[in-house]
């Protein structure tokens, strides 16, 4: 621990100013390109340098950003206007062209350079955008989709010229966005580097202050291991950190400069389990997993008490989430249930996950292994990890999977959709039900809420029944913040918005 804080100053310029807020932050970006990730770790990085037509506010509200105002023409039809005289970085304005290809690039197959973008499925059934004037887009959907301006948020608009001057290939490393930094220099594993983009229109109308950017600075400071990111905090080192392990709490807490900052979040965590590989394509082995987890002594023990448990993939949060039937803790049953599934003297099985949850990933391991699924955790990168687990369609080669899924929206398209559908993009566990195809298909277009909601009843228990994951809880996001910094407040969304923060 003292080798890596010693180190920590080095990675810096010689005098860091007054004006440098910097975040001690868990994973580095898989890409600065806005359309080619599927990680809210990148998009954090990313929603610092670009501005989307539209944002949530600090309690999830979607305003207006680049669009000054949205009209639903129809059940398919929504009309945009872009504001005026928004700049990007190198000084060109945005216009109603640039809006379309950046759209375009996310929604139309092979759009970019032939590959098509992994965020299209967040655009769900867009048909086309237009410009039907210099100021505006329509955006036309193939049928309705109440939770078009919910999911706009989670894309960020690009310049066209930029773009079409770079490549595809270079937009993964240069920026030019319209958002309240710009990039100074990215640092492959270790810094990511911004400046205040003196230009910047303001941002939304309804999140003030309309202004630019407070600090001069802002660095994301890539530090995977926990404990040295609680370490650099308590040295002053670096002002705000995500991911703060509930055993650090009363530790920040009781130091003079710093506080701990909390808020409802958006992401469930869960155990995928390989239902392709030897052991957990059978429905008893999935169940002994589960049961061999208490679930409750790790929200409690581990966690400070801040998650809220789950037996589906929903938050308590999302509409149309419903109380499930509680699998229960029962290592004996787990053992029993194993055994007629023919391991009477259980299984080895390896877990996949990454750096910052190897802590709690070995303390589900060893409830495991006491309920006799042997189990040795393996830490990745997460890109690695997303390749392994993630990669639409294709076959899993491991044999479980401790991670997570955001749910920004609170809506279930954008996290059962993804999760459980077949060979859908986040579907680690390699589940395939037709008939919950079906009923997730039909919900996602559905217009009366009372009819949608029921449809997600239904979904969700029959995914309680199948268990193809370990449904485990809903943590708070935890920060640990310096008592320096003011004007900033963290996000359900997980976003971590620094244009408002200042340093005191």
Same mark, same amino acid.
């Given at each position: 621990?003292?080798?890596?804080?010693?180190?920590?100053?080095?990675?810096?310029?010689?005098?860091?100013?007054?004006?440098?807020?910097?975040?001690?932050?868990?994973?580095?970006?898989?890409?600065?390109?806005?359309?080619? $990730?599927?990680?809210?770790?990148?998009?954090?990085?990313?929603? @610092?340098?670009?501005?989307?037509?539209?944002?949530?506010?600090?309690?999830?509200? !979607?305003?207006?950003?680049?669009?000054?105002?949205?009209?639903?023409?129809?059940?398919?039809?929504?009309?945009?206007?872009?504001?005026?005289? !928004?700049?990007? $970085?190198?000084?060109?304005?945005?216009?109603?062209?640039?809006?379309?290809?950046?759209?375009?690039?996310?929604?139309?197959?092979?759009?970019?350079?032939?590959?098509?973008?992994?965020?299209?499925?967040?655009?769900?059934?867009?048909?086309?955008?237009?410009?039907?004037?210099?100021?505006?887009?329509?955006?036309?959907?193939?049928?309705?989709?109440? #939770?078009?301006?919910?999911?706009?948020? =989670?894309?960020?608009?690009?310049?066209?010229?930029?773009?079409?001057?770079?490549? =595809?290939?270079?937009?993964?490393?240069?920026? @030019?966005?319209?958002?309240?930094?710009?990039?100074?220099?990215?640092?492959?594993?270790?810094?990511?580097?911004?400046?205040?983009?003196?230009?910047?229109?303001?941002?939304?109308?309804?999140?003030?202050?309309?202004?630019?950017?407070? !600090?001069?600075?802002?660095?994301?400071?890539?530090?995977?291991?926990?404990?040295?990111?609680?370490?650099?905090?308590?040295?002053?080192?670096?002002?705000?950190?995500?991911?703060?392990?509930?055993?650090?709490?009363?530790?920040?807490?009781? =130091?003079?400069?710093?506080?701990?900052?909390?808020?409802?979040?958006?992401?469930?965590?869960?155990?995928?389990? @390989?239902?392709?590989?030897? $052991?957990?394509?059978?429905?008893?082995?999935?169940?002994?997993?589960?049961?061999?987890?208490?679930?409750?002594?790790? #929200?409690?023990?581990?966690?400070?008490?801040?998650?809220?448990?789950?037996?589906?993939?929903?938050?308590?949060?999302?509409?149309?989430?419903?109380?499930?039937?509680? !699998?229960?803790?029962?290592?004996?049953?787990?053992?029993?249930?194993?055994?007629?599934?023919?391991?009477?003297?259980?299984?080895?099985?390896?877990?996949?996950?990454?750096?910052?949850?190897?802590?709690?990933?070995?303390?589900?391991?060893?409830?495991?292994?006491?309920?006799?699924?042997?189990?040795?955790?393996?830490?990745?990168?997460?890109?690695?990890?997303?390749?392994?687990?993630?990669?639409?369609?294709?076959?899993?080669?491991?044999?479980?999977?401790?991670?997570?899924?955001?749910?920004?929206?609170?809506?279930?398209?954008?996290?059962?959709?993804?999760? $459980?559908?077949?060979?859908?993009?986040?579907?680690?566990?390699?589940?395939?039900?037709?008939?919950?195809?079906?009923?997730?298909?039909?919900?996602?277009?559905?217009?009366?809420?009372?009819?949608?909601?029921?449809?997600?009843?239904?979904?969700?228990?029959?995914?309680?029944?199948?268990?193809?994951?370990?449904?485990?809880?809903?943590?708070?996001?935890?920060?640990?913040?310096?008592?320096?910094?003011?004007?900033?407040?963290?996000?359900?969304?997980?976003?971590?918005?620094?244009?408002?923060?200042?340093?005191?």
């Amino acid at each position: 621990m003292a080798t890596a804080l010693a180190a920590t100053p080095a990675l810096f310029p010689a005098a860091v100013a007054a004006e440098d807020l910097i975040v001690g932050f868990t994973l580095d970006a898989d890409t600065l390109d806005p359309a080619n $990730h599927r990680k809210r770790e990148t998009e954090t990085i990313i929603r @610092n340098l670009y501005d989307g037509l539209l944002t949530r506010d600090a309690n999830m509200l !979607v305003v207006p950003e680049l669009a000054e105002s949205i009209t639903q023409i129809s059940p398919t039809e929504y009309d945009f206007k872009i504001r005026s005289g !928004v700049k990007f $970085h190198d000084g060109s304005t945005l216009t109603a062209e640039d809006v379309k290809f950046t759209l375009d690039r996310i929604t139309v197959e092979n759009a970019m350079g032939g590959q098509t973008s992994p965020r299209q499925g967040l655009m769900g059934p867009v048909a086309s955008v237009d410009v039907t004037a210099p100021d505006t887009v329509r955006i036309t959907l193939k049928e309705p989709w109440p #939770i078009l301006p919910a999911m706009l948020p =989670n894309q960020q608009i690009v310049s066209k010229a930029f773009v079409e001057s770079v490549g =595809n290939e270079g937009l993964a490393t240069q920026v @030019n966005g319209t958002g309240p930094f710009k990039l100074v220099e990215w640092r492959k594993g270790d810094a990511i580097i911004m400046e205040r983009f003196d230009d910047y229109y303001g941002g939304a109308a309804d999140i003030p202050p309309v202004d630019k950017a407070c !600090v001069d600075r802002v660095i994301f400071k890539i530090i995977p291991e926990s404990a040295s990111r609680v370490a650099a905090l308590l040295a002053g080192e670096v002002h705000i950190i995500n991911e703060l392990p509930a055993f650090s709490i009363s530790q920040v807490e009781s =130091n003079d400069g710093t506080q701990v900052m909390t808020v409802n979040g958006t992401r469930s965590f869960f155990i995928a389990m @390989n239902m392709e590989g030897e $052991h957990f394509d059978d429905v008893k082995v999935r169940q002994a997993a589960a049961m061999a987890i208490d679930k409750q002594l790790i #929200i409690d023990k581990i966690l400070g008490g801040n998650a809220a448990p789950i037996d589906g993939i929903l938050s308590p949060d999302a509409f149309g989430a419903s109380e499930l039937p509680k !699998v229960g803790y029962d290592p004996e049953k787990a053992k029993a249930l194993l055994a007629e599934a023919g391991f009477p003297d259980g299984i080895d099985v390896t877990m996949d996950t990454e750096g910052a949850f190897k802590d709690t990933a070995e303390a589900i391991a060893s409830m495991l292994t006491n309920a006799g699924i042997r189990t040795t955790v393996m830490v990745g990168e997460g890109a690695q990890l997303s390749d392994k687990w993630r990669t639409k369609g294709a076959p899993k080669s491991g044999d479980m999977y401790f991670t997570s899924w955001g749910n920004g929206s609170l809506d279930p398209f954008d996290i059962f959709t993804p999760t $459980h559908k077949t060979n859908d993009r986040g579907n680690s566990a390699g589940y395939a039900n037709p008939e919950l195809d079906a009923i997730l298909d039909a919900a996602a277009v559905e217009l009366d809420v009372e009819k949608r909601r029921a449809m997600y009843r239904d979904a969700e228990m029959m995914i309680n029944a199948d268990q193809p994951y370990v449904y485990l809880w809903v943590p708070k996001d935890i920060y640990g913040v310096s008592k320096r910094v003011t004007g900033w407040q963290p996000s359900a969304d997980s976003r971590i918005n620094l244009h408002d923060a200042c340093l005191n």
